[in-house]
T-cell receptor, first 110, second 113 residues
């Protein structure tokens, strides 16, 4: 089955700097790669997703890139703000239930 | 009800007791899932259902059972709770399995003592 590795497990950045979180997956047939943000005590919520027929997707300060050959995808957050502080999860699916990475705790220091 | 709702929000349970966590969605989603969240381990799939009447095992199914009698409800039962089942449980749903956004419930914090 699918296995998703996520790095780093924790990340601290200064406000205004960029943050990058990386994930690798094992199943070359996986075709859907969402990213979820979970604030403290809250439920995970989708922030951006990408499908296997696209290499990059951007939504304001958030972008995701996908390298199918290398089987890895990354989340890029630019101009970070304190409200970006949260745990971020990547996930992958091959028309199966999502398999999640272990999460990255992002802290944005004002 | 708007979206996906879990009950209870938190529970302290004696080891050996039986417990059912409830999950209801009103979005007419075909697929539903149960995940557990433990510190450092992320979200691990317990059981899932692709559509009403069908269920499947996830990564960590032992000690848990589910049923999907209709589209809206997907209860998770712990037959005889053990301390290792202390966790935060999230129910989620999506229009179809896999390649669409999954919407999560607010979670149930379960402590087995």
């Amino acid at each position: 089955g699918e296995n998703v590795e996520q790095h780093p497990s924790t990340l601290s950045v200064q406000e205004g700097d960029s943050a990058v979180i990386k994930c690798t997956y094992s199943d070359s047939a996986s075709n859907y790669f969402p990213w979820y943000k979970q604030e403290l005590g809250k439920r995970p919520q989708l922030i951006i997703d990408i499908r296997s027929n696209v290499g990059e997707k951007k939504d304001q300060r958030i972008a995701v890139t996908l390298n199918k050959t290398a089987k890895h995808f990354s989340l890029h957050i630019t101009e970070t703000q304190p409200e970006d502080s949260a745990v971020y999860f990547c996930a992958a699916s091959n028309n199966t239930p999502l398999v999640f990475g272990k999460g990255t705790r992002l802290s944005v220091i004002a | 009800i708007a979206g996906i709702t879990q009950a209870p929000t938190s529970q302290i349970l004696a080891a050996g007791r039986r417990m059912t966590l409830r999950c209801t969605q009103d979005m007419r989603h075909n697929a539903m899932y149960w995940y557990r969240q433990d510190l450092g381990l992320g979200l691990r799939l317990i059981h899932y259902s692709n559509t009403a009447g069908t269920t499947g095992k996830g990564e960590v199914p032992d000690g848990y059972s589910v049923s999907r009698a209709n589209t809206d409800d997907f209860p998770l039962t712990l037959a005889s709770a053990v301390p290792s089942q202390t966790s935060v449980y999230f129910c989620a749903s999506s229009p179809r399995t896999g390649d669409t956004e999954a919407f999560f419930g607010q979670g149930t914090r379960l402590t087995v003592v």
